[in-house]
């Protein structure tokens, strides 16, 4: 319904008057009739009705003018007022308007953007992304994306831009970019992950990154059945020049064996430093022995020339061992094991040569198929068992949980320990059935301390990655509470970094857990690829960092300032943080002084059989009470 003029105002009272010439003219036309002067009276109707007309069309063009002018005012003070930097593209990608934010992020001004398209100041060429980008906003949905431009002065700066389409007047289709500067926060993650996955002296990738990305280069030679080599390559005798030159010229000979060992691969290959004189490297494009044997001579004639310590020159020479991808070896970790046992060979025989690993050097399959078997008889036989470790809590000392750890007793081997028969369960499968029996085993264990009167602390229970992907997992975890009539609370479940690639998936499993009262740990934490964006995403409790970070903290800066990095992430997303693999004193002063919440290692406790980790908590016990008691028989001496 339109609005009635107001004629208690002035704005009122002119679009009043258009409707007095209205009802003036409507009497001319009346008295026309009556008076029979009809022609006259006729004229002087129909001029009122234009002088109304007029009068009333001029003043809804003014009312639509304030009303523009007070959007536009409205859209000025929204643009040029907001924290984040925001610009105005057209339909085409071309600059209409940024404000000041927009113009101090870029350093350019407002005046040198207009009519710029986009992709000018995109750091790289993404013109298939930007095309992707302006499609999904033909449908007319915001849409958010992380990209990175490139400042006036060249430097990077890294955006997370949410686009918004809209009409911006006369008809246009406009888009508005509103864009938060993420710069630090990704460099930041960027530096931690280069701490993790780089060597700090020679810029290569360290053992870590090259696991990773040789199991991912075996899937593919794998899936296209192509061949693949593993080199390990140590410097003969370079104990020697440690000694008799000093470390920092050690340091100095491996940076330039770093470089010259580069020279030897293509994009196609990888090279890395695993650790003190020994570089792995690993080959795609092979097709044969014979392209082995010239790859290690090539090798070796870049080592050929002598190295220059300033005034010192030396001759280097290097033993390599190597190992071809076989329907034995189809992970990293058997492949570098098997190019490790080439290299010792190599070194045996005299040093300065190469050796290819054959089966005569060890029967690995025959080992796996026998391991395998024997695997199967002993979860029927039930020769597994649990050992607990426990967590301390490093500001008390007291145990705030357990962590279960599967063990086979061998009725002829004795206790095998579980990286030798782990690795074979997850392979063939079984590690779903172990796994599955270690959590109601566990559940079980933990309610039997509960009805015998030990604080309740919960008991984590690691999750392989096969065992965490089932659909029905939330089903099976709810019925072993069940069954068992654990609390929920005390059931930590730890999953490991890798497992959480899939983020929507992983995310939508872990609210389903958190739902049934569970607690949800991350475990080896460091040694994944996961964003730190993403932790934000999952309803975790606590992080566990990793024990080969912890191993070396006292000795290798990195490592030390990993671990402090990721104590003081955990802070800031309000979660607990574990260290495990804690074997020393000093260990546990540099986490306690990083404010590190809790350890786990043989510095506290080893993995425990269930007695023993019983006896554990009474004595436990029993210094709390000895504590409580001396407290109340001092309180009853103090005077009144």
Not at 14 to 25: E, I, K, N, S, T
Not at 261 to 286: H, P, Q
Not at 467 to 487: S, Y
Request: charged residues 25%.
């Amino acid at each position: 319904m339109r609005d009635q003029p107001d004629s208690s105002t002035p704005q009122g009272r002119r679009r009043l008057f258009p409707w007095l010439l209205y009802g003036y003219a409507l009497l001319c036309t009346i008295f026309a009739f009556w008076t029979g002067q009809k022609l006259l009276w006729a004229l002087m109707a129909l001029g009122s009705l234009a002088l109304a007309s007029m009068l009333y069309h001029g003043a809804a063009r003014r009312t639509g003018a304030s009303r523009t002018r007070e959007s536009a005012g409205f859209y000025d003070a929204l643009l040029h007022h907001n924290p984040n930097a925001i610009g105005v593209i057209d339909s085409g990608g071309s600059f209409k308007r940024v404000n000041a934010t927009a113009e101090k992020l870029l350093g350019y001004s407002e005046l040198e953007m207009l009519g710029q398209p986009l992709h000018a100041i995109l750091a790289f060429d993404r013109s298939d992304k930007v095309q992707a980008f302006f499609a999904e906003l033909s449908r007319g949905a915001p849409v958010s994306v992380k990209t990175t431009v490139q400042h006036k002065e060249g430097y990077r700066v890294d955006l997370d831009v949410t686009a918004v389409p809209f009409n911006g007047g006369q008809g246009d289709d406009d888009i508005m970019l509103i864009c938060q500067d993420i710069t630090a926060s990704m460099r930041t993650e960027e530096q931690i992950r280069h701490l993790a996955y780089y060597d700090d002296m020679t810029g290569l990738p360290n053992r870590r990154l090259f696991v990773q990305s040789l199991n991912q280069a075996i899937a593919r030679a794998v899936k296209r059945n192509r061949m693949l080599a593993v080199f390990f390559v140590d410097l003969d005798r370079f104990k020697m020049v440690n000694d008799s030159f000093g470390h920092d010229y050690g340091d100095m000979l491996l940076l330039q064996v770093a470089e010259r060992i580069t020279r030897s691969v293509t994009e196609k290959d990888f090279a890395a430093r695993t650790e003190g004189d020994e570089f792995a490297l690993y080959y795609t494009d092979i097709h044969s022995i014979e392209n082995v044997a010239e790859i290690a001579e090539g090798i070796y004639k870049e080592l050929e020339e002598p190295f220059m310590l300033e005034q010192y020159q030396l001759h280097v020479t290097a033993s390599i061992g190597i190992a071809l991808l076989s329907e034995d070896e189809e992970d990293a970790a058997a492949l570098m094991k098997c190019a490790d046992i080439a290299l010792t060979r190599a070194k045996e025989k005299g040093k300065s040569n190469y050796q290819v690993f054959n089966s005569d050097m060890k029967s690995v399959s025959l080992k796996r198929l026998t391991l395998e078997n024997e695997l199967r008889k002993a979860f029927a036989r039930e020769e597994l068992m649990l050992h607990y470790q426990p967590q301390m809590e490093i500001s008390t000392g007291r145990i705030v949980g357990f962590e279960a750890l599967v063990r086979w007793r061998h009725p002829e081997r004795g206790m095998i320990p579980p990286m030798d028969f782990i690795p074979f369960a997850e392979e063939s499968g079984l590690i779903v059935p172990i796994g599955e029996w270690v959590m109601k085993e566990a559940c079980r264990q933990n309610r039997r301390w509960q009805t015998m009167g030990f604080a309740p602390v919960p008991i984590a229970v690691n999750l392989s990655t096969r065992q965490f992907l089932q659909h029905d997992l939330p089903d099976k975890i709810a019925r072993v509470l069940q069954e068992t009539g654990l609390p929920p609370e005390l059931l930590e479940l730890e999953i490991t970094e890798s497992s959480t690639m899939d983020v929507d998936y992983v995310s939508e499993l872990l609210q389903s857990l958190k739902k049934l009262g569970v607690k949800i740990s991350i475990d080896d934490f460091g040694t994944g690829y996961s964003s730190l964006y993403y932790l934000k995403r999952f309803p975790i409790d606590k992080l566990k960092i990793d024990q080969s970070f912890v191993r070396d903290i006292m000795t290798d800066p990195n490592d030390a300032a990993i671990v402090a990095s990721i104590i003081a992430m955990t802070r800031h997303l309000n979660l607990r943080v574990i260290a495990e693999g804690v074997e020393t004193r000093e260990q546990l002063d540099y986490l306690y002084s990083n404010h590190c919440n809790e350890i786990q290692g043989y510095w506290f406790s080893p993995p425990l059989e269930a007695g023993q980790a019983e006896r554990l908590l009474l004595q436990q016990n029993a210094a709390a009470a000895s504590v409580s008691e001396s407290a109340a028989a001092s309180e009853r001496k103090r005077p009144n």
